[in-house]
């Protein structure tokens, strides 16, 4: 899995290098890390890297909850769960 770097800010650059982060995040693809009184406060992201993490977290949510119903026998043949989605998109179209 990718990792994002990260770089440390006070909070003082946020208002006074605000362009200069959001470039920073967008093309470096950092994360930068805003301070307040030296403890961790903040952190800003490229829009396209939330978009990213956020999907990531979502997949391991999905796959955490089938990892569950394979732990506690809640499966079915792959056949008839196949069966089953045709079914559903020949009902949508």
Known sequence: MLAVQEVIRPSADLRNHYNEISKQCRENKEAVIITVNGR???VSLSYEEY??????????EI???????????????????????????????
């Open 63 to 93: 796959l955490a909850e089938a990892d569950e119903d394979v732990k506690f026998g809640r499966v079915a043949p792959i056949k008839d769960t196949f069966d089953d989605l045709r079914k559903l998109l020949k009902e949508e179209t």
């Open 40 to 42: 961790g406060d903040t």
């Open 51 to 60: 978009k990213r993490m956020k999907a990531r977290i979502e997949l391991l």
